[in-house]
C-alpha cells in the first residue's frame, strides 16, 4: 500500500487520494488479492490514513482482507539520524 496516499510530503490527503485507493482496492479484490500490506512510513503516515478512511467508509472491507503492517524505521528528528527504533515506545507510538 506504498502508493496510497498521495505525494511523500505533508500535503493532505485529497478526494483523488481517496478514490485512487478506493479503485487499488477494489481491483486488488477483483484479482483475488486479500492480504494489504503497510508500513507506519509509506507516504509519511498518509498510505495507512487513506487505508484508515476506506475501513470506517467500507465497514464490510475489513472482513475481506488481512491487513499486514510493519513498523520500526523512524526517521531523522531531534532526537538522531534516521533510525532502526524497536523499543516498546516508539513501536506503540508507531
Given at each position: 500500500?506504498?502508493?496510497?496516499?498521495?505525494?511523500?510530503d505533508?500535503?493532505?490527503?485529497?478526494?483523488?487520494?481517496?478514490?485512487?485507493?478506493?479503485?487499488?482496492?477494489?481491483?486488488?479484490?477483483?484479482?483475488?488479492?486479500?492480504?494489504?500490506d503497510?508500513?507506519?512510513?509509506?507516504?509519511?503516515?498518509?498510505?495507512?490514513?487513506v487505508?484508515?478512511?476506506?475501513?470506517?467508509?467500507?465497514?464490510?472491507?475489513?472482513?475481506?482482507?488481512?491487513?499486514?503492517?510493519?513498523?520500526?524505521?523512524?526517521?531523522?528528528?531531534?532526537?538522531?539520524?534516521?533510525?532502526?527504533?524497536?523499543?516498546?515506545?516508539?513501536?506503540?507510538?508507531?
Amino acid at each position: 500500500c506504498m502508493g496510497l496516499g498521495g505525494a511523500w510530503d505533508a500535503s493532505p490527503i485529497s478526494a483523488d487520494d481517496l478514490l485512487t485507493a478506493n479503485l487499488a482496492v477494489d481491483a486488488s479484490l477483483d484479482c483475488g488479492i486479500r492480504l494489504f500490506d503497510h508500513a507506519d512510513i509509506y507516504r509519511q503516515g498518509k498510505a495507512e490514513e487513506v487505508f484508515g478512511r476506506l475501513l470506517r467508509e467500507r465497514p464490510d472491507l475489513r472482513r475481506q482482507i488481512v491487513l499486514q503492517s510493519k513498523c520500526g524505521i523512524r526517521p531523522a528528528d531531534a532526537e538522531g539520524p534516521g533510525r532502526y527504533d524497536f523499543s516498546a515506545a516508539w513501536l506503540q507510538s508507531s
